[in-house]
């Protein structure tokens, strides 16, 4: 039955998890994909449950104080997710972005009341293509502004509230909504804090499901491959970090290149098809589970995250061409 909320923080998480028949038969595949709808969160990614982990866990430690300053760089997801709390809570939210991620990111985290500090990328970067060098600039005035304010450093790629959101939200939630009848589990790394959680909480209640990794094609380091093109259009993730926190000990059962003309025509196969209306990495989730149920994968069921909406896209060439 629904019910009143107490604030929009209420509504994050308990997406639905729909099958994908019309897109898999339109790619001419066997098999089943489950998508988890995370974009239908209230600020339209997955991003918002890891926001609400870190704040959560922050608050039950004492590391945030009372009105305190919380700083973060993002890609524009963990930002706005953020930008969400801390005007909920009551706390000053200072985002530190590469302007190499798309404009509407910014502007929607500035409209949720957020600063925005935007950093120019490295010479040879390209708009709408953040490199780990560009990640690595933003994390350097990240820590500056940080250290200015005072502030709380939100700290996505090591505070444990980021993959706890998954293990006690995302992966159960996947896990009861297709009754256990699941085989595999695939997600393109950003933080590896959504992949961390799932995978977790999906070999606790079957070790038989196979989990993998998605990278960019050219900028696969979690699977130690040489890097060859560090820059690429699916923004949130694919930094050419191989050492991340959150995968130490979490089992890896394959890893999974795409390019982004793959994601690119993935993403936009999903909007015909199923008229569900993802982002860059969403579409890559898509390709990699595709190529899944053409080889090794075919007849099975495979759960996926649409990680984020569309709408974050419009001005890139995702949907602006």
């Known amino acids: 039955m629904a019910k009143v909320l107490n604030s929009v923080a209420d509504a994050i ?12 038969r ?4 066997s098999g089943t994909i489950l998508a988890k709808l995370e974009y239908l969160n209230p600020g339209f990614s997955k991003k918002d449950r890891a926001a609400q982990g870190i704040m959560a866990e922050a608050m039950r430690a004492g590391t945030l104080l009372p009105g305190q300053t919380v700083v ?19 706390h000053p939210f200072v985002a530190v972005m590469s302007k190499g991620n798309s404009g ?6 500035r409209a949720l009341g957020a600063e925005v500090v935007l950093v120019d990328q490295l010479p040879d970067s390209e708009p709408g293509q953040v490199s780990g060098g560009d990640l ?4 350097q005035a990240a820590v500056a502004v940080t ?5 709380f450093r939100a700290d996505q790629f090591r505070r444990d509230g980021n993959w706890l959101s998954h293990y006690q939200g995302t992966g159960p939630e996947i896990w009861e909504a297709a009754g256990g009848k699941l085989d595999a589990f695939l997600d393109f790394i950003g933080t590896g804090g959504t992949y961390a959680g799932v995978t977790k909480a999906l070999k606790e209640r079957n070790p038989g499901v196979q989990c993998f990794v998605v990278e960019p094609q050219g900028a696969a380091a979690v699977a130690g491959q040489k890097i060859t093109d560090p820059r690429h259009p699916i923004q949130g993730g694919g930094y050419a970090m191989g050492n991340l926190d959150f995968l130490k000990d979490v089992p890896v059962d394959g890893y999974l290149q795409v390019s982004g003309d793959e994601a690119r025509d993935a993403a936009r196969l999903l909007a015909r098809t199923e008229g569900i209306f993802g982002g ?6 898509i390709a990699a589970a595709l190529a899944l149920l053409a080889g090794s994968q075919a007849g099975k069921t495979i759960a996926v995250v649409i990680c984020d909406s569309g709408l974050k896209y419009l001005s890139t060439d995702l949907w602006g061409g």
């Open 72 to 90: 973060e760089l993002t890609s524009g997801n963990t930002g706005t997710g953020l930008a969400i709390l801390c005007a909920i809570l009551g």
């Open 104 to 109: 509407e990111r910014a502007r929607m985290m």
């Open 13 to 24: 998480g308990n997406t639905p998890l729909v099958r994908l028949d019309r897109l898999t």
């Open 26 to 29: 339109a790619a001419g595949v």
């Open 136 to 139: 690595a600039l933003v994390e």
């Open 147 to 151: 250290r200015e304010r005072g502030a």
């Open 280 to 285: 860059f990495s969403s579409g890559a989730n």
